[in-house]
């Protein structure tokens, strides 16, 4: 389903939402990993397919399977921060959070031989968070990432998600899919989806460049119109 919540989108335009719905440009993203069973798949099929995507990797699965991770970050796929444990960001202090997300940050940095500096994405998981944690979120540098487009693959057929990705993906949209989750394996869905995405014209980039979008589009509007256009980018 597409984010219905365009509230919290005003109310907190400093996480992104979604890219510059002007660029046919698409961020494809996975949660929940890494996988054993599906992580190396996908990094393969992407390979095949010639597209990038991010992972948003939860931090003791890394510490469980550090070798994952580098198989990703060798392919040239960005990583991100998807929580330590997993758990909610509501049922945390805004310390605690922190804490993890550091903890995960030094995981990643490790198993993928990187500056842990460079590993700021993160996506709570289930987009839970308080405006106090945004706050410190960004305070941190970290770059609070959320979505626009979350499929129920693990709840439906692999042509319902496929139907449903086709109808309603948007230009800028960041597309969430899942592993280690039931429903049809998500290597064939990102089989399916990715070359009619890309024969539409649609090109595939990471958070990371939708971030640095974001950044070049403030330096050149100024702070007036900067905010008009987020405001519309929350619609």
């Not at 393969?44 to 970050?73: H, K």
């Not at 996506?123 to 979350?150: I, N, S």
Request: hydrophobic share 45%; charged share 20%; net charge positive.
């Amino acid at each position: 389903m597409r984010w219905l919540h365009r509230p919290l989108r005003t109310l907190f335009p400093a996480a992104l939402w979604r890219g510059d719905p002007a660029r046919r440009e698409i961020a494809l993203t996975f949660d929940d990993g890494p996988d054993a069973s599906s992580t190396p798949l996908l990094v393969a099929r992407l390979a095949q397919l010639g597209v990038t995507a991010t992972f948003f990797l939860v931090g003791e699965r890394v510490a469980q399977a550090p070798e994952l991770v580098r198989c990703v970050m060798r392919a040239g796929h960005q990583v991100g921060l998807h929580g330590y444990d997993h758990g909610s960001f509501l049922g945390k202090s805004t310390t605690r959070v922190l804490d993890e997300l550091a903890a995960t940050q030094a995981l990643l940095a490790e198993a993928g031989g990187c500056d842990p500096a460079t590993l700021r994405a993160v996506r709570p998981p289930f987009g839970h968070f308080t405006p106090a944690q945004l706050d410190a979120l960004l305070a941190a540098g970290y770059r609070p990432t959320m979505w626009t487009l979350v499929p129920l693959h693990w709840l439906q057929s692999a042509q319902a998600t496929l139907h449903q990705v086709l109808t309603q993906t948007r230009g800028g949209d960041l597309l969430v899919l899942h592993e280690a989750l039931p429903g049809p394996p998500v290597t064939d869905l990102v089989a399916a989806i990715v070359p009619q995405l890309l024969a539409r014209g649609y090109r595939f980039v990471t958070v990371e460049e939708m971030w640095a979008a974001r950044r070049e589009a403030a330096q050149d509007t100024g702070p007036a119109l900067l905010g008009r256009r987020l405001h519309g980018l929350s619609r």
